[in-house]
């Protein structure tokens, strides 16, 4: 019998497809398996030059809000990470809804990225730690660190999380697995 993991996450170095992974998956899920799925992705965001300037949230219904910008246009004092300005009442603005919804009809909660700008905010950490008791999740989650963040270490080390690594070789083959994972997880 197959285990039965609750927490599926996706880790890899940035930019290697896990987003667009988590993607396939939901639309997978959504159009052959008809999973009810919901969530937010986070997108890189660039300039007309093909730059990086930021990232956006991206709820699964297509709402989109800032989550951190290189070069704020209205320098107002925020938090850091690198060179990014992270928009915390943005974020908590479009993430928080989706997490703390009582959605009765969702079976998947899609979380991409549980990682250290999205931790600045202790809201959105709160709103995960409730959701890690209530929902199955898909989540990617950034690669091995230095300075691990606390909710990541604490999903990696349940029982009830399947861990998978993103690499260029693998990236187009995971899907199917990852599917299967999902719908054991839902199974009664």
């Known amino acids: ?26 639309e997978d899920l959504l159009n052959t ?7 937010f992705f986070t997108e890189e965001v660039r300039d007309a030059r093909g730059e990086r300037v930021g990232f956006d949230v991206v709820t699964l219904q297509g709402k989109r809000g800032i989550l951190a910008r290189s070069k704020p246009s209205d320098n107002l004092k ?11 009442q943005e974020f908590e603005d479009f993430a928080l809804p989706v997490l703390s919804s009582d959605n009765q009809s969702r079976q998947l909660l899609v979380i991409d990225e549980i990682g250290k700008m999205e931790l600045i905010s202790k809201k959105f950490e ?17 690669p091995k660190m230095h300075h ?9 080390a349940n029982p009830k999380t399947r861990l998978f690594v993103v690499s260029k070789d693998n990236r187009n083959k995971l899907q199917v697995e990852i599917v299967k994972t999902v719908l054991n997880a839902l199974k009664n």
């Open 33 to 39: 398996h008809k999973i009810a799925c919901d969530g």
């Open 126 to 142: 709160a709103a995960v730690n409730f959701c890690i008791e209530k929902c199955i999740i898909l989540a990617t989650i950034p």
């Open 148 to 156: 691990s963040l606390l909710l990541v270490q604490k999903l990696e």
């Open 1 to 26: 019998m197959n285990p039965k993991f609750h927490y599926i996450l996706l880790t890899g170095p940035p930019g290697i497809g896990k987003t667009t992974l988590v993607r396939k998956i939901c």
């Open 78 to 88: 925020r938090p850091r990470i690198g060179k990014y300005s992270v928009y915390i």
